[in-house]
């Protein structure tokens, strides 16, 4: 496969644009479009990564685009920028950008107790009926949502200390709404619910409208197109054996999205250019918020707390982490699953952005030796997010 895998990295060499240009990184720096090839090259094939694609900001603006590796390693099809992939939990900061037009439209109001906009109380609903009994229910706010604070692990259906498969599992609010972070897909979908009910739309609408058409995003969805049969990537496991593609036919605001390297870079760009949103919006979703102590990123219910991350004041805002940086303030997303790994990172005050989408359960292996020589982010807290680089857990 390694035979196989270098060839495509010579071919897809063409699928890209920024080519022959130095990218600026946030120290003032600068490295070669060639360096930046030679570098993701190399570490793909060391880590077996079956295909991987990067956008670069530079000024506010994409100045650098490209794919490397496969999209279908067995049809030897390669992965071009058009071609879509599983966004994963790409799809929150997307979902919140959509809440905050909401929330400036007047629909919406941050701060308002959610059950506020319903009909019946939220324990009546067939999804929530494991809350009975636990008032707490009350106290839980779109601004709790959004920043991961509602009480709730990831998901019912995955152990609360672990992250294990747990079918039986059911929907627990383990602390005080509000109070410490917990990485949450739970408290998304709580949100979506609600701002269906208000909107009498579904997410898909909502996103076709406000962001998807005006940003150009035409080959993303939070639902599977049957326009997406003709280019699409399977994911890949550790072992480079493909996995089956979920073509989602229901919206979820904390994870269905598909999407491409060149749409959501457009998304990104949109960001970072303070666009569509006005300046208190974008001063809200821009704000760190409350401190980050645990040890993982998830699962954070019943972690043990650290202050390794105190130095660069970790924490989660509204759909975005945030640390602290000689460069300024930079906030950041990932996405994972199977077979599915990103990270994007953004840096407001040098108008420096990463974007790294893989189709490989290997991508996040290379990720911290990618962020420190494109960009020089030696920031990104590595460990606490699990990207664990191939040299030190061979595959």
């Known amino acids: 496969m390694q035979f196989k895998l270098f060839c495509g990295f010579l071919l897809s060499f063409n699928l890209a644009f920024g080519q022959g240009l130095e990218i600026t990184r946030i120290d003032g720096t600068r490295i070669s479009t060639h360096a930046i090839d030679s570098t993701v090259v190399h570490l793909m094939a060391a880590a077996k990564v079956s295909g991987l694609g990067l956008a670069i900001i530079n000024h506010n603006r994409v100045v650098y685009e490209k794919t490397y590796g496969y999209k279908n390693i067995e049809l030897g099809e390669l992965l071009d920028t058009s071609t879509v992939l599983y966004g994963a939990s790409l799809s929150k900061a997307v979902f919140t950008y959509l809440c905050l037009g909401l929330v400036q439209q007047g629909v919406l109001d941050l701060d308002k107790p959610l059950y506020q906009y319903l009909d ?9 009926s494991d809350l009975a009994g636990d008032d707490r229910w009350k106290l839980i706010t779109a601004r709790m949502c959004l920043s991961h604070t509602t009480g709730f692990a990831n998901w019912r259906f995955l152990a609360a200390t672990t992250g294990k498969y747990d079918p039986t599992g059911k929907l627990v609010i ?14 998304y979908a709580l949100l979506q619910m609600v701002i269906e009910k208000i909107t009498g739309k579904d997410l898909e609408e909502l996103a076709v409208n406000s962001i998807f058409q005006p940003i150009g995003m035409d080959r993303t969805s939070y639902i599977w197109q049957d326009r997406f049969e003709t280019k699409y990537a399977l994911g890949y496991d550790n072992d480079g054996k493909p996995l089956e593609k979920k073509k989602r036919k229901t919206p979820g605001a904390a994870g269905s999205m598909e999407t491409t390297l060149a749409d959501y870079a457009k998304f990104i760009q949109w960001i970072m250019q303070k666009k569509g949103l006005n300046r208190e919006m974008y001063n809200i979703m821009l704000t760190p918020g409350v401190g980050i102590y645990s040890k993982v990123m998830f699962p954070t219910i019943g972690s043990d707390s650290t202050m390794e991350n105190q130095g660069i004041g970790l924490s989660t805002g509204l759909g975005w982490g945030f640390l602290h940086t000689p460069y300024g303030k930079a906030f950041f997303k990932g ?50 997010a699990n990207y664990i680089p191939y040299k030190q857990n061979p595959l």
């Open 335 to 384: 996405g994972h699953d199977d077979g599915w790994e990103h990270y994007n990172i953004n840096f407001p005050d040098k108008g420096t952005s990463l974007l790294l989408m893989t189709n490989s359960s290997n991508g996040e292996s290379i990720f911290k030796e990618l962020l420190e020589k494109l960009i020089g982010d030696t920031f990104t807290p590595w460990k606490w």
């Open 174 to 187: 383990y602390f005080t709404p509000g109070s410490q972070f917990a990485y949450s897909g739970e408290g």
């Open 120 to 128: 019946k109380p939220l324990p009546e609903y067939p999804k929530y």
